[in-house]
């Protein structure tokens, strides 16, 4: 099984920079693609942007050019820097880990965009 542990978020003014973290631990092997996701009040939980093993990536269309994700799988880390933030960005980021068919999420943590 696969644990996800996110740090990173918190409160920022609108053009303002974040950057979260997603640490994987257990059992760490073959994870594929790692991404974030995130759920505003009273929204479905939508893709911000992943990344497989191999570096390809993907993004929202709403956050292409202001957010970037990476991956150091020396760490079985996953990294999501968040620039120039807009109030519409103000959700809680889940971190997600894909193994052998199987999701896994982390608790989830706050991100909120003052204007």
């Known amino acids: 099984q696969v644990h996800l542990m996110e740090s990173g978020g918190g409160l920022v003014q609108a053009g303002g920079s974040l950057r979260l973290s997603c640490a994987a631990f257990?059992?760490?092997?073959?994870?594929?693609?790692m991404g974030w996701y995130r759920q505003a009040p009273g929204k479905q939980r939508s893709l911000v942007a992943v990344i497989t093993s191999g570096g390809i990536t993907n993004y929202a269309d709403s956050v292409k050019g202001r957010f970037t994700i990476s991956r150091d799988n020396a760490k079985n880390t996953v990294y999501l820097q968040m620039s120039s933030l807009k109030p519409e960005d103000t959700a809680v980021y889940y971190c997600a880990a894909s193994q052998g068919g199987i999701d896994y999420w982390g608790q989830g943590t706050q991100v909120t965009v003052s204007s």
């Open positions: 257990g059992s760490i092997f073959n994870i594929n693609a």
